[in-house]
């Protein structure tokens, strides 16, 4: 314990770099010739929309703790914001080159050799322009507005995120001094332009370009000298005060709007804009020379996804997949008869999430359902859930809590909040200064006996059927009266603050839930000193709470196994000679995006599975509403092994192994290869894939770590359970 405390900042990774380095790992992916082409464009496209929000998030926190003094206290690993402003600066150049040079040296000509081709204007032949012409006259000429900056028109202002061009230009007549012209191209727009088909293969010219052609025709009277694409991403932090806000809804709506006129934290700029454009740009929006990124390509990579969802090429993506459907009965109420027989495990997008949809829109249309309740803190736009609770409403008792804090989703959540509010649905916020993050559903139901039995469902991710086709979470539908009891008095904490000493079987952030975890691993770590079995074995996106950290750094000394698998930041070094050698640490980047959260502990030989909504991370821990759940049902935790913990350990493919100096390597590196199976090939989800289609013939999931001894009664034959009944295929 003493060497962990005193050397415990050395022990910590930087989180800003940490995130850095997961990002680069998602890079890696679109470099990988082994992935289809347009899923590469797809890895590039989401590369750059996380540093975007890395940039408006992050980036300009730290900016603003060294603008209100806070340069002086350093973070957990020891550094002040200062100093990692100045090597997050160094990093994130050295990233966006990488990012460029794979679209220009890699991902284009890879394009071009399958007739997709990114072209020029000085590529087109005279069709090519004539039709250029035309869309550039009919379809986007109209929506332009051009501005040129002088006394009487001052700069204009430039949205977050907003492809903008900027023009120097100089008058025909009596022109000395140059102006700068700007234009905002409207968002409805295509950034990428598809030309008529030249023998079939497939052109596109970026809109820029286009407009840039014929910026004369914008700016009649005047010289066009020089032009340039650029972008400028904002400060997208809120700031409330909720205790003296009217509403949170009012105060969430108002600060959606300064938002968008934060102050700028990044330019980027095409590398060839002249520098009298840099410099008026730079003195408007006053930002420092580290942040002007010069880029040799279009100023938004993020678009650069169109070409996946516009181009007709399943031959260059990810064989189509068909999710395992639960088998169910004919009639609203099947699904609450299967649920009281025995829980259903769920693990999506192997298992469909079209059963957590049926599940609330039974519960809507059955006559015998009193009541729901349900947590939303991102949804999709067109949301089945939400239009089955805005029906239930006109039937029955309907009580949502809506985060409105939902990063970048709060637009959205608003008008969910008015739009269930107008259908008679009770909409609550949740508690005053927490986010509520926890995923909850609560079904009360009038039983053939009279009696009113609760139906629950709880899960790792969003209530979301749209992202649920890509990331990897897990469901729990039960009727368990423990759990459902526990679901129903988190939601009378959520609206109307009644807190209970504890929660039990569920933990709760930010009352117990942390408290709790660091039980669990202390509790490991005292089976190991007695000579009991123990182990840990944890899987969440996120690894950054130092007190966490330190109790697993504990137990690690202690003589526990520890196996984790973390997809994004970790701040924790494993592999430290007695403080954290018997940690290891993996990072799972693929065709799915990783987001269960699973927790396994050895408890001397009686295993016990968790799952929950929240990571560990601080702000999970102590700032949001979050549950974990102990999963006590034996079948249901041999799935969770067989279908997660065994498959991903075994995982080659697409694992990256976290070492002690930070970096992280393929697991065929060398420097890895004590980690994994030497000459192995085994891919996790790809493997789910095949089982949850019924595929035959799939291989065996290779041995676990030797270091992971999981005790028999959570071992399966080396094959995923079937514990979901699914349709015959």
Not at 26 to 33: F, H, M, N, R, W
Not at 679 to 707: D, K, S, T, Y
């Amino acid at each position: 314990m003493d060497s962990v405390t005193k050397d415990l900042q050395s022990l910590f990774i930087g989180r800003d770099q940490s995130w850095l380095s997961f990002n680069r790992r998602v890079l890696e992916e679109a470099q990988d010739p082994e992935n289809p082409l347009l899923e590469r464009v797809k890895f590039l496209a989401i590369t750059a929309s996380n540093l975007d929000e890395f940039v408006e998030v992050r980036v300009a926190g730290i900016l603003q703790q060294v603008e209100h003094g806070k340069a002086v206290d350093p973070g957990p690993d020891g550094r002040t914001p200062p100093q990692v402003l100045t090597e997050l600066a160094a990093k994130i150049h050295e990233f966006v080159k990488s990012q460029y040079d794979c679209w220009r040296d890699e991902l284009v000509p890879a394009l071009a050799e399958e007739s997709i081709r990114i072209v020029t204007l000085k590529d087109l032949n005279a069709a090519d322009r004539e039709y250029i012409e035309s869309f550039y006259r009919k379809s986007i000429e109209p929506l332009l507005t051009p501005v040129t900056v002088d006394p009487a028109h001052p700069f204009p202002h430039v949205l977050n995120k907003a492809l903008c061009l900027a023009f120097l230009l100089r008058r025909k007549r009596r022109g000395v001094v140059p102006y700068l012209g700007v234009v905002t191209v409207p968002r409805a727009l295509p950034r990428l332009v598809l030309l008529p088909s030249d023998n079939g293969a497939v052109k596109y010219v970026f809109l820029s370009d286009v407009i840039q052609a014929f910026a004369d025709r914008l700016y009649h009277g005047y010289e066009v000298l020089s032009a340039a694409g650029f972008r400028v991403t904002r400060n997208s932090n809120l700031y409330m005060e909720e205790e003296e806000s009217r509403s949170i809804m009012d105060s969430v709506d108002a600060q959606l709007h300064r938002r968008r006129k934060g102050e700028a934290v990044r330019l980027e700029i095409e590398a060839s804009a002249n520098q009298e454009i840099i410099d008026r740009l730079v003195l408007n929006f006053r930002l420092e020379p580290w942040q002007i990124f010069r880029v040799d390509g279009p100023p938004n990579l993020t678009r650069v996804s169109y070409l996946y969802d516009q181009v007709a090429r399943p031959d260059l993506k990810f064989r189509p997949f068909v999710p395992r459907e639960l088998a169910l009965k004919s009639g609203a109420s099947a699904i609450f008869e299967q649920v009281r027989k025995r829980e259903i495990l769920l693990h999506h997008p192997y298992d469909s999430y079209s059963a957590v949809v049926r599940f609330i829109e039974s519960a809507a249309k059955d006559p015998d359902v009193l009541s729901i309740k349900q947590t939303l803190y991102r949804t999709s736009d067109n949301s089945p859930i939400v239009r089955a609770l805005i029906d239930a409403a006109a039937r029955k008792e309907v009580a949502v809590v809506v985060e409105l804090k939902a990063r970048f989703d709060e637009a959205s959540n608003i008008r969910w909040s008015r739009n269930l509010q107008e259908a008679g649905v009770q909409v609550f916020h949740g508690v005053v200064g927490l986010k509520t993050h926890c995923k909850l559903m609560l079904i009360a139901r009038r039983e053939a006996d009279g009696q009113i039995r609760q139906y629950a469902h709880m899960g790792t991710g969003n209530y979301n059927p749209s992202t649920a086709r890509f990331y990897t979470d897990l469901s729990l539908l039960t009727s368990d009266p423990h759990i459902t009891h526990s679901v129903h008095q988190v939601f009378n904490y959520l609206t109307a603050y009644s807190e209970r000493p504890n929660y039990t079987p569920l933990f709760v952030a930010p009352l117990n839930l942390g408290k709790n975890c660091e039980h669990l691993i202390d509790r490991e770590a005292e089976h190991a000193r007695a000579g009991k079995k123990s182990f840990i074995f944890a899987k969440v996106n996120s690894l950054l709470d130092e007190k966490i950290i330190a109790a697993l750094y504990r137990a690690s000394q202690a003589g526990v196994n520890i196996e984790l698998i973390v997809r994004g930041g970790c701040a924790l070094r494993p592999g430290v000679r007695g403080i954290s050698s018997r940690i290891r640490v993996r990072s799972v980047i693929g065709r799915f995006l990783e987001h269960s959260r699973i927790f396994v502990f050895g408890n001397g030989g009686k295993p016990e599975v968790y799952l929950g909504s929240a990571d560990w991370m601080r702000r999970n821990i102590y700032e949001r509403v979050e549950v974990m759940f102990h999963l006590k049902n034996p079948v249901l935790c041999n799935q969770v092994v067989t279908e997660v913990v065994e498959p991903y350990l075994a995982d080659t493919d697409k694992t990256r192994i976290l070492l002690e100096d930070g970096n992280y390597v393929r697991s065929n590196d060398p420097r890895a290869m004590r980690h994994t199976k030497n000459g192995f090939h085994f891919n996790a989800q790809e493997f789910l894939i095949g089982f949850a289609e019924g595929r035959e013939g799939l291989n065996e999931i290779p041995a676990v770590p030797r270091f992971l001894k999981i005790p028999a009664i959570l071992r399966s034959n080396g094959k995923p359970s079937n514990g979901v009944p699914a349709k015959s295929k």
